[in-house]
Nanobody, 130 residues
Framework: QVQLVESGGGSVQTGGSLRLSCAAGRHTYSTYCMGWFRQAPGKEREVVATINTDGAPTYSESVKGRFHISQDNIKNVYLQMNSLKPEDTAKYYC?????????????????????????WGQGTQVTVSS
């Protein structure tokens, strides 16, 4: 079982910054995409940003220009979050699209293809106060 471990969440005031990190445990599967999703209380999970093996990022409109996703040999993925707003408050989940037989549970269309996420971390809480 591949583990994804997030870190870096916390509480900040409006306008502050946080950097989330996600480390993927050792595995032998091909990695196609990694990404970040979030879910606020009472709301559905939504994609925040994704990145593929070529390093091409895709952002949701709500975070474009404020968040930056990066990857480290597609084993670790980071999310730099700047100019945070109260509406960014949510639990943030790291996800990976790995070439295993495990079924995917979320898909994201990107400029270079479809990411089909089948592995998830436990999540890290981000709280932004006004």
């Amino acid at each position: 079982q591949v583990q994804l471990v997030e870190s870096g969440g916390g509480s900040v005031q409006t306008g502050g910054s946080l950097r989330l990190s996600c480390a993927a445990g050792r595995h032998t599967y091909s990695t196609y995409c990694m990404g970040w999703f979030r879910q606020a209380p009472g709301k559905e999970r939504e994609v925040v940003a994704t990145i593929n093996t070529d390093g091409a990022p895709t952002y949701s409109e709500s975070v474009k220009g404020r968040f930056h996703i990066s990857q480290d040999n597609i084993k670790n993925v980071y999310l730099q979050m700047n100019s945070l707003k109260p509406e960014d408050t949510a639990k943030y989940y790291c996800a990976a699209d790995l070439g295993s037989s495990k079924p995917w549970t979320a898909t994201v269309a990107t400029m270079t293809g479809l990411c089909a996420y089948n592995y998830w971390g436990q999540g890290t809480q981000v709280t932004v106060s006004s």
